[in-house]
């Protein structure tokens, strides 16, 4: 058996159609075995899905999640246990126990047409594992490793040596699909011609990364059209959904009395990033 959480710095990531790991623990007679830590293509709860599915997962446990991807979920044969919150081992040792319910569900949140906001507590777009992870983008054009599942450990800094994120604090090594999109494209491009063992440091531009920010991604909505706005603050991160019921993670980046300001930029849009990457293991 397989369970699989979507995954973020060792909790349950709270939004299923924006998860850029799972953690999947195999189990065997009520108790795990073996878990480890693999990257998504972050391209909608469909992809997810039939990624879970590929790697022969039986049961998911998440956060929020829509309709839609319950949907998808059930036409791959995946079972569903949503609501969990806190660590992802907890929620997994209690899904074994009977203790974790399931809710269905529970993500109705609107953008673009009939409005609302939903906070998902901390801030979940990055730092994280979310920084090696760049959604649907090109990898590298070639190299030995290309196509093939890999293990890497790394850690990022900024250019002023501060670390944003480490998988080696974290204990597990990042899988993931060498130029499959999963990662962003200097990350892709490092990794596909490395050897088992070897460490590179690279330096990516913002091109390399998570590209430029985007003035347009910053939106301004009237507070009345947005139920609960009115509790948001300045930093805080949410999930909006547009009109076609897909979720989009933005920072609310001003408020006045009237109107709520949003940007939905990547937080590391613009930025230069600094990679120290080590190749663990090649699986096929």
């Excluded at 547009?242 to 993670?249: A, K, L, M």
Aim: a negative charge; charged letters at 20%.
């Amino acid at each position: 058996m397989k369970i699989a959480v979507t995954y973020e710095n060792g909790e349950v990531f709270q939004h299923f159609g924006h998860t850029r790991q799972f953690k999947v623990y195999e189990v065997e007679n009520g108790q795990v075995t073996s878990a480890s830590v693999i990257g998504s293509n972050g391209s909608g709860h469909g992809a997810l899905a039939g990624l879970l599915a590929g790697k022969d997962v039986d049961v998911l446990i998440c956060g929020g999640i829509g309709g839609g991807a319950v949907a998808a979920l059930a036409e791959q044969g995946v079972q569903l246990c949503a609501g969990a919150s806190g660590s992802a081992d907890e929620a997994v040792a209690a899904y074994l126990r009977g203790d974790l319910k399931n809710t269905g569900a529970n993500c109705d949140h609107h953008h673009d047409g009939d409005h609302d906001c939903h906070d998902h507590g901390e801030d979940h777009a990055c730092p994280g594992h979310e920084s090696a992870c760049g959604g649907c983008r090109p990898g590298a054009n070639g190299g030995k490793n290309r196509g093939k599942t890999v293990r890497t450990h790394y850690r990022g800094t900024f250019n002023d040596g501060t670390q944003f994120d480490s998988s080696y604090d974290r204990g597990e090594p990042l899988e993931f699909v060498c130029s499959a999109g999963m990662m962003i494209p200097g990350f892709d491009a490092a990794v596909a011609d490395m050897e088992v063992g070897q460490t590179v440091e690279v330096h990516l531009t913002p091109a390399e990364a998570y590209g430029e920010a985007d003035p347009a991604d910053v939106f301004t909505v009237e507070i009345s059209q947005l139920p609960g706005a009115e509790d948001l603050t300045v930093g805080q991160r949410v999930y909006l959904q547009d009109t076609f019921g897909r979720p989009i993670p933005v920072r609310v980046a001003a408020k006045d009395d009237n109107t709520v300001t949003f940007d939905a930029n990547h937080e590391m849009a613009g930025k230069e990033l600094n990679f120290t990457i080590e190749l663990t293991e090649v699986l096929d």
